[in-house]
């Protein structure tokens, strides 16, 4: 079986589960990133640069982990592309410790900031490029996969691209969407079926996310999960 298609399941992920408010980001006088379910308004340049740091940061860890290590980039001050690219290497491996992978991740901090920074003045002026060519652009920087790339131009710049992860792969399988394991084949999959919107995307990932952490597991805990009618393993179980 098939399974429901994308819109229909986004549609009713939505309306069950709710908008999810991601990418998390700290709000001003706060000390760590928060969820803003409802709110799509394009990132400002500080709040750019924590998605930034953030989809590098979780990278091989869980989010928990990430949001310990902006959090102490915060208290010490570390808030901008230059104050990060000033810092002392140990310095920064030191705050973003909790992470895992510090020191490969403070290169690659690095790394990505001074790209942005040969390229234009602000982050939010780099991610305005054109698509194709930014696309093309991230993906040169070392460190940075399709998947970290599509975070970061969908959430960060606000650029209509779909991020296909681990779990949209899982539950597409499960669904009956597709078989095979390619990144490109999924995104493709899913933008042919889905409006071409930041906000769909964006909410569509997030819906994935919590569709994976509360039912579509490792080992799937189909009774109760909302679109079991519409999935093929589902409904088989
Ligand atoms: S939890 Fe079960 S019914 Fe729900 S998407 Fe996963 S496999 Fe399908």
Redesign the pocket.
């Known amino acids: 079986m098939r399974g429901w298609p994308p819109g229909r399941v986004y549609a009713v992920l939505l309306s069950r589960l709710g908008p999810q408010g991601w990418w998390p980001v700290t709000p001003r006088g706060g000390s760590r990133p928060v969820y803003r379910p409802g709110r799509y308004a394009r990132p400002t340049e500080g709040e750019a640069l924590e998605i930034v740091l953030g989809a590098i940061l979780t990278q091989n860890t869980a989010w928990t982990n990430v949001e310990r290590a902006l959090a102490s980039l915060r208290a010490a001050g570390a808030t901008t592309s230059a104050s990060i690219l000033r810092a002392d290497r140990r310095r920064l491996e030191r705050l973003i410790r909790s992470s895992g992978y510090f020191r490969q991740k403070a290169a690659r901090l690095k790394i990505f900031l001074e790209h942005a920074r040969r390229r234009a003045p602000t982050l939010r002026r780099w991610l305005s490029r054109p698509l194709d060519a930014l696309r093309k652009d991230l993906l040169s920087v070392n460190g940075v996969g399709p998947e970290t790339a599509d975070s970061i131009l969908l959430y960060a710049g606000g650029r209509p691209v779909f991020v296909v992860d681990a779990y949209t792969l899982r ?1 597409g399988r ?2 009956g969407w597709f078989s095979g394991e390619g990144y490109d084949d999924a995104q493709r999959y899913l933008v042919r079926r889905l409006p071409r919107s930041v906000t769909v995307y964006q909410e569509f990932h997030a819906l994935v996310v919590a ?1 994976a952490k509360y ?2 597991r490792t080992e ?3 009774v109760g ?1 909302p ?2 009618e519409g ?5 088989r ?1």
Do not use: K
């Not at 999935?231 to 409904?235: L, T």
């Open positions: 539950i499960r669904i569709l039912f579509c799937p805990v189909c999960c679109i079991r999935c093929g393993h589902g409904s179980s």
